[in-house]
């Protein structure tokens, strides 16, 4: 069964300090690989995507994935992160570009001063 | 770029009353819809997909009879949440494809608290 895993439910990083987040999928082929961000009370916001191509997708805001198929993972990372992206991160996988999209569970990231 | 717009935002209701949903889909048509469900610090789970001029699919797990879903249109689509109860309280979300751009366009989200 087709299957994301976030395994850091919480990450906690000073400001300015680097970030990566975790993904990793279960799959039979290459799937769409995506990282969303959710603040509180919000709606998704799309980071980033990849299908193929250049292993290492730049995205908004700053955040940069690295996809590894040897090890079917999907990394999120930030160089120096700010405050405001204090929110949760997750990561999701499609089989094809119109359809359903499954969600890990989630990484939420805490930001401290 | 493509939307996908929500309404209501938030809604509370009494339990045992039903509460319907709109997902539109502004400046492009959606033959497919997705609807997911998001509890409190959890992740989006799908609950079904809507198909335009067909029924719906659901994921296992989820009661197509307390959950309908109708395609109305290539630019709606409706959820309705019937005899809800507190554990039916969770924040809605639809989704869009985005025209074959992987990703979809995914709306806002409605807060459902039921009472």
């Known amino acids: 069964a087709q299957s994301v895993t976030q395994p850091d439910i919480h990450i906690t990083v000073s400001e300015g300090a680097s970030l990566e987040l975790r993904c990793n999928y279960s799959?039979?082929?290459?799937?769409?690989l995506f990282w969303y961000v959710q603040s509180p009370g919000q709606g998704l916001q799309l980071l980033l995507k990849y299908f193929s191509g250049d292993t290492l997708v730049q995205g908004i805001k700053g955040f940069e994935a690295e996809f590894k198929r040897s090890q079917s993972s999907f990394n999120l990372r930030k160089p120096s992160v700010h405050w405001s992206d204090a929110a949760e991160y997750f990561c999701a996988v499609t089989m094809n570009r119109d359809d359903k999209i499954i969600f890990g569970k989630g990484t939420r990231l805490h930001i401290l001063p | 770029g493509a939307v996908v717009s929500q309404h209501p935002s938030w809604v509370i209701c009494k339990s045992g009353t039903s509460v319907k949903i709109e997902c539109r889909s502004l400046d492009f048509q959606a033959t497919t819809m997705f609807w997911y469900r998001q509890f409190p610090k959890q992740s989006l789970m799908l609950m079904a997909t809507s198909n335009e001029g067909s029924k719906a699919t659901y994921e296992q797990g989820v009661e197509k009879d307390k959950f309908l879903i109708n395609h109305a249109s290539l630019t709606l689509s409706t959820l309705t949440v019937t005899s809800a109860h507190p554990e039916d309280s969770s924040f809605y979300i639809c989704s869009a494809p985005d025209r074959g751009r992987a990703g979809g366009v995914f709306g806002p989200g409605t807060r459902l608290t039921v009472l």
């Open positions: 799959y039979g082929a290459t799937p769409y």
